[in-house]
Nanobody
Framework: QVQLVESGGGLVPAGSSLRLSCLAS????????????MGWFRQAPGKEREFLAA????????YYADSIKGRFTITRDNAKNTLYLQMNSLKPDDTAVYYC?????????????????WGQGTQVTVSS
């Protein structure tokens, strides 16, 4: 069974950087991945969950939402079973709970419904 655990959130001033991590377990069977993509989403109070970025199993291809392109970078280290989200130049509008997720879809999903497995989330708060 796939389990995802996010970490790295916190309270930081505007302009800071944070790196979120997502430790995955149970997402390979006999060395083969059960998912094709991993992604990051966020949800601010009173708002819908928002797609941020996705990455292929081998880390070669990445996909970003226009809202964070150029500031956030998604990477993965399969040897460590860990997905990362490097966030730079943080703004108060980036305040949200950040989630990692896995998808078995053949094309990179940019919606919540395209992902099967989810972590519990990590809070990021950016002060002005």
């Amino acid at each position: 069974q796939v389990q995802l655990v996010e970490s790295g959130g916190g309270l930081v001033p505007a302009g800071s950087s944070l790196r979120l991590s997502c430790l995955a377990s149970g997402h390979t069977v006999n060395g083969h991945p059960v998912s094709n993509y991993m992604g990051w989403f966020r949800q601010a109070p009173g708002k819908e969950r928002e797609f941020l970025a996705a990455i292929t199993w081998n880390g070669v291809n990445t996909y970003y939402a226009d809202s964070i392109k150029g500031r956030f970078t998604i990477t993965r280290d399969n040897a460590k079973n860990t997905l990362y989200l490097q966030m730079n130049s943080l703004k108060p509008d980036d305040t949200a709970v950040y989630y990692c997720a896995e998808s078995a879809q053949l094309l990179p999903p940019r919606t919540e419904s395209g992902y099967t497995y989810w972590g519990q989330g990590t809070q990021v708060t950016v002060s002005s």
